[in-house]
């Protein structure tokens, strides 16, 4: 099964380290697995003197009203990536489809072959705009043309996975990506013209700049530690990127989310909404449209769970007092 998900009992990227193509995190996989330990050290002030039994786990993101503060994070080629068990068409289709049904959002991923792109454009428009697109720091012209697409197909959010420049996949494939200047991020954010979330930021200088060129949200992410060895989970920086900008942008994280609890983590850290990676493809390669359903549920079902037992009386204004620091 080398290069493919091994679907283990939790998802810490040991079995998959420095398997990029792949599910796993590139090198020794230590940025993958730095998500998760980063979140597992955080630990909950356990709190059950107090009237909150119906936590309100509703927001508002960027113009959606979601049930959850939950997005599938984009994801592109499963196909290859999981071992050819599902098309890309399928497989997006089931997320974006499950996301839609349990009231939250998809995102789109996007790589060189145009039907990983193209399969997620569609799924958009067949779900009348409920999803968003991530395209990757290209040259202009591609970039901008599947802004177009994506426009057509009805989404109203777009983002750029900014830390793509790192990634060894398109190198291999001769694809030249690239990071951005503060001054041509400012341009593009401007060109683009729906909100535009930045993802890939984990320093207080890359928010900052996100906040000065116009984005609407950021996504703290180390992407999925696939882009540069030996970083630090998204959940150890996130406190201090949401000390310095949180209020002027909207602030998502993903990294080694698996549960309600990890999300309701994130949420005490400083996010205002969290993406979930791996776990939708395999809930997806596993039971579509229905395990992407299930999956969403569950974790649900354990948020609010976890805000219950702290105390926690709505997902829009998580205190980071529930945490013991
Ligand atoms: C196989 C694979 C493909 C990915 N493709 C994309 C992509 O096309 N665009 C993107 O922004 N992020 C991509 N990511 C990163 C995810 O969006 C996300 O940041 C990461 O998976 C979160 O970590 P988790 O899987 O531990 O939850 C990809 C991740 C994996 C594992």
């Given amino acids: 099964m080398k290069g493919y998900c091994r679907v ?25 697995s730095a998500n998760l330990e980063s979140l597992a050290a955080v630990r909950f002030n356990m709190r059950l003197v107090h009237d909150v039994s119906e936590p309100d786990t509703r927001i508002d993101f960027l113009g959606h009203s979601l049930a959850m503060p939950l997005l599938a994070a984009p994801i ?13 068409a399928a497989y997006i289709s089931a997320v974006l489809g499950g996301c839609a049904e349990t009231g939250i959002l998809g995102c789109v991923g996007d ?9 997620g454009y569609d799924a958009i428009k067949s ?36 830390d793509a420049a790192g990634l060894i996949t398109l190198k291999q ?14 341009e593009i954010i401007h060109q683009v013209k729906v909100p535009f979330i930045l993802k890939g930021v984990m320093t207080v200088a890359d928010a900052r700049m996100a906040v000065d060129a116009g984005a ?26 949401a000390d310095a900008v949180k209020g002027q942008i909207a602030i998502l994280a993903d990294g080694g989310v698996r549960t309600g609890g ?33 999956y969403i549920q569950g974790v649900a079902g354990e948020l609010k ?21």
């Fill in 173 to 186: 494939m001769g694809r030249p990506v690239s990071p951005r200047s503060p001054k041509r991020l400012g």
């Fill in 111 to 119: 790589g060189v072959p145009d039907f990983i792109h193209q399969s």
């Fill in 216 to 241: 609407r949200a950021i996504v703290v992410s180390n992407h999925g530690g696939r882009v540069l060895d030996h970083t630090p989970g998204a959940a150890d920086v996130l406190p201090e990127i």
């Fill in 127 to 162: 779900l009348d705009g409920k999803g968003i697109p991530f395209i990757k720091p290209w040259k202009d012209a591609e970039f901008f043309e599947k802004v177009d697409k994506a426009l057509a197909a009805g989404a109203t959010v777009i983002g750029m996975d900014i």
């Fill in 76 to 88: 592109g080629g499963v196909a290859f990536n999981m071992g050819e068990k599902i098309s890309e």
């Fill in 305 to 325: 769970a976890a805000m219950i037992l702290t105390g926690t009386a709505g997902a829009d204004s998580v205190d980071r007092a529930i945490l013991r620091m």
């Fill in 262 to 294: 990890d999300v309701l983590k994130m949420l005490a850290l400083g996010a205002d909404a969290v993406m979930i990676g791996r776990p939708f493809s395999v809930a997806a390669v596993g039971g579509l449209k229905e395990g992407v359903s299930r």
């Fill in 8 to 32: 283990c009992p939790v998802c810490d990227g040991r079995a998959c380290a420095g398997e990029v193509p792949g599910m796993g995190g590139l090198g020794t996989g230590r940025s993958f």
